[in-house]
C-alpha cells in the first residue's frame, strides 16, 4: 500500500526557514496530484498549498511568497519550502497525494515557531 513519509519539521526562531519533505511508496506519485496541509492546536486542518500533476501552484493567502511546493517525480518526493516563518505557522503539517479514487496521507510533522 502507499505510505507517505514526512520530514524536515523542528523547532525555528521567528524568521527563520525550514524545509519539509514526504517521500511516497509506490508507482502512482508521479500521477497523482500533491497537497499540504496544517493543523495548529485547537484548529480545524486547512490547505496551505498544492500542486498538481501539470505543475500548477496555489496558496493559502497567508503563506503567499512565503513558502514554495514543489515536486520531483523522479524521487516520489515533494517539498514546502517554508521562509520568513512566524508563530501562526506553528502547526503540524501533514502532505497528501490524490487522484481518482484514492487520498493518501502522512503521519504528519511538527513545526514550532518560537517568537
Known amino acids: 500500500q502507499v505510505q507517505l513519509v514526512e520530514s524536515g519539521g523542528g523547532w525555528v526562531q521567528a524568521g527563520g526557514s525550514l524545509t519539509l519533505s514526504c517521500v511516497a511508496s509506490?508507482?502512482?506519485?508521479?500521477?497523482?496530484?500533491v497537497s499540504w496541509y496544517r493543523q495548529a492546536p485547537g484548529k480545524e486542518r486547512e490547505l496551505v498549498a498544492n500542486?498538481?500533476?501539470?505543475?500548477?501552484?496555489t496558496y493559502l493567502d497567508s503563506v503567499k511568497e512565503r513558502f514554495t511546493i514543489s515536486r520531483d517525480n523522479a524521487k516520489n518526493t515533494a517539498y514546502l519550502q517554508m521562509n520568513s516563518l512566524k508563530p501562526r505557522d506553528t502547526a503540524v503539517y501533514y502532505c497528501n497525494i490524490r487522484g481518482s479514487g484514492y487520498i493518501y496521507w502522512g503521519q504528519g510533522t511538527q513545526v514550532t515557531v518560537s517568537s
Open positions: 509506490g508507482s502512482i506519485f508521479r500521477f497523482s496530484d
Open positions: 500542486i498538481l500533476v501539470a505543475g500548477t501552484t
